[in-house]
């Protein structure tokens, strides 16, 4: 069974920090390239950040660069997403998704052009929440 399990979410203030982690299991993990999204109340779903982990390549949505962090600890199958100088705007449940073809050996390996489309993603978590005050 394939399962990927967000935690880390909870409750800071403007300026903080969260580190969320995502625990993949159920399938060949080196295989795949993992990606976080958030979706806001009342706004679409929206790509945060991409790491292929076998080969080092991360990927960030601008808003984001310069604080969030990505990383993995392949050993464990577990992919993080460290979020520093975080912001109101940052609200929203924070979910990780797992993409064959942007993996390694998938068709779109390497390009930034498509770590941002959902559609490429085969498997999701359930998400966990992030709020930020003000």
């Known amino acids: 069974e394939v399962r990927l399990v967000e935690s880390g979410g909870g409750l800071v203030q403007a300026g903080g920090s969260l580190r969320l982690s995502c625990a993949a299991s159920g399938f060949t993990f080196d295989d795949y390239a993992i990606g976080w999204f958030r979706q806001a109340p009342g706004k679409e779903r929206e790509w945060v950040s991409c790491i292929s982990s076998s080969e080092g390549s991360t990927y960030y949505e601008d808003s984001v660069k310069g604080r969030f962090t990505i990383s993995s600890d392949n050993a464990k199958n577990l992919v993080y997403l460290q979020m520093n100088s975080l912001k109101p705007e940052d609200t929203a449940v924070y979910y990780c998704?797992?993409?064959?073809?942007?993996?390694?050996?998938?068709?779109?390996?390497?390009?930034?052009?498509?770590?941002?489309?959902?559609?490429?993603?085969?498997?999701w978590g359930q998400g966990t929440q992030v709020s930020v005050s003000s």
């Open positions: 998704a797992a993409s064959l073809s942007l993996g390694p050996r998938g068709p779109y390996t390497g390009s930034d052009y498509y770590t941002s489309s959902s559609d490429l993603y085969d498997y």
